[in-house]
């Protein structure tokens, strides 16, 4: 696959390029040849950021574990037999792997799941919106330009690029019947899919480098709400006589009528459902993510030596708010920004010491 790209990612890359050096290519390789975490280590380090959707992170933990521990014990080997050449080690390599379909409502944790992953793998991760793809290229994008992302994701090492994660964002979107484009084929840019998620050799030409990128060894994972696939799934069941939560039931052939190609779909056997988060959910993300919104407020406020501190009742609140907003986790931030704006605002420079939310604060601000 060759392409064309912006003169300010051509610059981009070289200036990467120029810095990378040959006797660090084992080393940044390094981390995925040593790969050893198991499944139930790799849920419980994304259990510190990722709340919620228990059976699913399950799913996703097990696929991408045994993925990157397949690859790093393939690669020792391939070292081996090729006297210690990590170019044709990587080359010469096959393993089989297994990218995932997340589907879930906005802000459920489908892009979180997918970028902590990556580092907790310590690999680099590209995050693609879908919408912005056409078979033909529009808005400055097409299909070839995944490839040029994922080496800027990998500071222009190559072979780092070969072992990253590229997630596809609002995959529902390229649907053949929930295209909101008239000009666009999402069958079209489906079919450009294929070769690259199922794994092709490719040629990237930077400057007068041509530069060979592989996505065998990618791990593609794709997402999207899928709004109203639960209908399709349910009218199936009903049909056939099947009975429980259609998440347990959900097959290509559902996929397939909402709009998807099959031969896409069956790129991506890995398939999981993620749950609207409740707001307790919501309220689990403040207390404990590591990555928790309120945590960044909290660390903000710090530096000006105001000490934040929400009471119980007014975490359930922003969450209860959050959840009004319909945007998943994401709410969470815009609600904690409203409650704390005039705070924010007079405080610093004027005040130090403990500031104290409650629920009637909370209500106060948010109206």
């Known amino acids: 696959m060759e392409n064309g790209i912006s003169k300010h990612k051509e610059q981009r890359i070289e200036e990467k390029i120029a810095q990378f050096r040959e006797g660090q290519k084992m080393e940044a390789v390094q981390e995925i040849i040593e790969f050893d975490k198991t499944p139930s280590d790799l849920k419980a380090d994304m259990d510190r950021f990722v709340?919620?959707?228990?059976?699913?992170?399950?799913?996703v933990c097990t696929a991408i574990a045994f993925h990157y521990r397949r690859l790093g014990q393939a690669l020792?080997?391939?070292?081996?037999e090729s006297k210690g050449d990590i170019d044709i080690a990587l080359r010469s390599t096959r393993t089989?792997?297994?990218?995932?379909?997340?589907?879930?409502?906005?802000?459920?944790g489908k892009t979180y799941?997918?970028?902590?992953?990556?580092?907790?793998?310590?690999v680099s991760f590209v995050h693609e919106d879908m919408t912005k793809f056409s078979e033909v290229g529009y808005v400055g994008q097409n299909a070839s330009d995944i490839l040029v992302d994922l080496l800027l994701a990998a500071g222009g090492n190559p072979n780092v690029a070969q072992m990253g994660i590229v997630y596809f964002d609002e995959i529902?979107?390229?649907?053949?019947?929930?295209?909101?484009?008239?000009d666009v084929s999402g069958r079209g840019v489906q079919k450009g899919l294929l070769h690259m998620v199922d794994g092709s050799d490719n040629t990237v030409h930077i400057g007068k480098e041509r530069i060979f990128l592989s996505t065998k060894h990618v791990l593609f994972i794709a997402g999207g709400a899928f709004e109203n696939l639960d209908i399709i799934?349910?009218?199936?069941?009903?049909?056939?006589?099947?009975?429980?939560?259609?998440?347990?039931?959900?097959m290509a052939d559902d996929l397939v009528e909402f709009g998807m190609e099959r031969q896409l779909i069956g790129r991506f056997p890995v398939r999981v459902v993620y749950d609207q988060l409740t707001t307790q959910d919501l309220k689990n993300i403040m207390i404990k993510s590591e990555d928790s919104a309120l945590l960044a407020f909290r660390n903000d406020l710090d530096a000006w030596g105001i000490n934040l501190d929400?009471?119980?009742?007014?975490?359930?609140?922003?969450?209860?708010?959050?959840?009004?907003?319909g945007t998943g986790a994401r709410g969470l931030v815009s609600v904690l920004h409203?409650?704390?704006l005039e705070d924010m605002y007079c405080l610093p420079g004027n005040y130090t010491g403990k500031l104290v939310v409650d629920q009637t604060y909370v209500k106060e601000r948010l109206g």
């Open 113 to 122: 799941t997918g970028e902590t992953a990556s580092k907790l793998v310590g």
């Open 76 to 80: 020792k080997k391939g070292l081996a």
């Open 338 to 340: 409203r409650v704390l």
């Open 96 to 108: 089989p792997k297994a990218n995932i379909m997340i589907i879930g409502p906005t802000g459920c």
């Open 233 to 250: 799934v349910k009218k199936r069941m009903a049909r056939q006589g099947l009975a429980g939560n259609w998440r347990q039931f959900l």
């Open 51 to 59: 709340i919620g959707q228990d059976h699913g992170k399950k799913i």
């Open 310 to 325: 929400f009471t119980d009742d007014a975490l359930s609140e922003v969450a209860r708010r959050a959840e009004q907003e």
């Open 172 to 182: 529902d979107k390229i649907a053949t019947e929930t295209m909101a484009y008239k």
